[in-house]
């Protein structure tokens, strides 16, 4: 193990070896009127934060946009926050959000959201497994009119077979042309704003944009070998990857109109309840004949139906609920932009 922080002497080299070539020299040189957030959610990551940042000052000093840089520390137990505050005697742009204790990647983003103040953000990893300079190329879609741009890993890494099986399944359930949910992004401010993250939904951010009509694209990311630390996958986060896909298109596909489904599919057990009923009656009082059995089977499909029509009406009043605070979360966003745009014209006087 490196204990003095990764070997980057050679990124150029890495991409004449079969990597795309991406970056700053795939960038055009004209200029962007944006201002990017590059938030870095971090963990027991000290042995990378130097090399991070000064590849980052680099990269900022050659892009086409101006640009920050905002470390959230989740929960370290080793010298990163001591790392980045050191860092930020340096570097002006750097801001910092702290967690007290590890609350998991998706909360330490919003957290990172919270104290951005560019109009896209892009979420980087504090590993060095993607390089800074590589940033202007996932940026440049959204400068020419794109809402969220996906990195594609490219390269050799430990978990590609798991990754390709999720993301195939991924591309098939969620019917999005996308190669890669679990790599670096950027997007801009407003995606965020209007879609709510739940515990470890992060790596859905593009299925949720993409279901709120947002424009999707890709851009081809080399992925490094990390040199210092431990990655933080474990085989345990498969089974809650599956469980939290299952509940996202469920989110996207039922909860819109939970009685239509619910209510359709309980409306066919009553009516199938009926008609068993029916022929149990006929069979006992016609043929002279009964099984019991008939009677259970009714009793089983009566209550499914009416259970999954109770099922549609509590979940109707959850979506309406969800709705109204979706709405005024709207409303209240455009209050405080109206209020920042006052601000600004006051300053500008």
């Known amino acids: 193990m490196d204990t003095q922080g990764p070997d980057r002497r050679a990124p150029h080299d890495a991409h004449a070896s079969g990597f795309p070539t991406s970056g700053i020299s795939n960038v055009t040189s004209q200029r962007y009127d944006l201002k990017v957030s590059v938030v870095v959610p971090a963990m027991n990551e000290e042995g990378n934060i130097d090399e991070f940042c000064r590849l980052f000052d680099e990269m900022r000093r050659k892009a086409p946009f101006d640009a920050e840089l905002v470390f959230v520390d989740d929960g370290s137990s080793d010298g990163t926050r001591e790392k980045i505050i050191a860092a930020q005697a340096s570097y002006a742009y750097l801001r910092l959000g702290v967690h007290h204790r590890n609350r998991g990647l998706t909360e330490a983003l919003q957290t990172g959201f919270s104290i951005a103040t560019g109009d896209v953000f892009v ?24 809402d969220i741009c996906t990195g594609w890993k490219q390269g050799e890494y430990n978990k590609k077979f798991v990754s390709t099986v999720y993301n195939a399944f991924c591309r098939w359930l969620f019917d999005l042309n996308v190669h890669d949910l679990n790599s670096v992004k950027a997007f801009r401010r407003e995606v965020v704003e209007s879609i709510f993250l739940r515990k470890d939904w992060h790596r859905y951010l593009v299925v949720l944009a993409a279901n709120e009509g947002y424009r999707v694209v890709e851009e081809k990311i080399p992925l490094y070998d990390r040199k210092w ?13 599956v469980l939290d896909m299952l509940a ?5 596909t039922f909860a819109r109109k939970p009685l239509l489904y619910f209510g359709f599919t309980g409306a066919l057990l009553l009516l199938a309840a009926f008609l068993v009923g029916a022929y149990a009656v006929y069979e006992r009082y016609v043929q002279g004949t009964g099984q019991r059995q008939w009677l259970y089977l009714v009793i089983l499909l009566a209550f499914l139906g009416l259970g999954l029509f109770m099922l549609g009406f509590m979940s109707e009043g959850q979506t309406a609920m969800k709705e109204e605070l979706a709405d005024l979360r709207k409303k209240t966003q455009q209050i405080l932009d109206e209020v920042k745009e006052r601000e600004s014209g006051r300053s500008g006087q």
């Open 229 to 241: 630390g431990k990655s933080k996958f474990s085989i345990f986060r498969i089974p809650v990857g």
């Open 248 to 252: 996202v298109k469920f989110q996207i």
């Open 123 to 146: 979420f980087y990893p504090a590993d060095l497994q993607y390089l800074p300079e590589d940033i202007p190329a996932l940026v440049a879609p959204i400068a020419q009119g794109a």
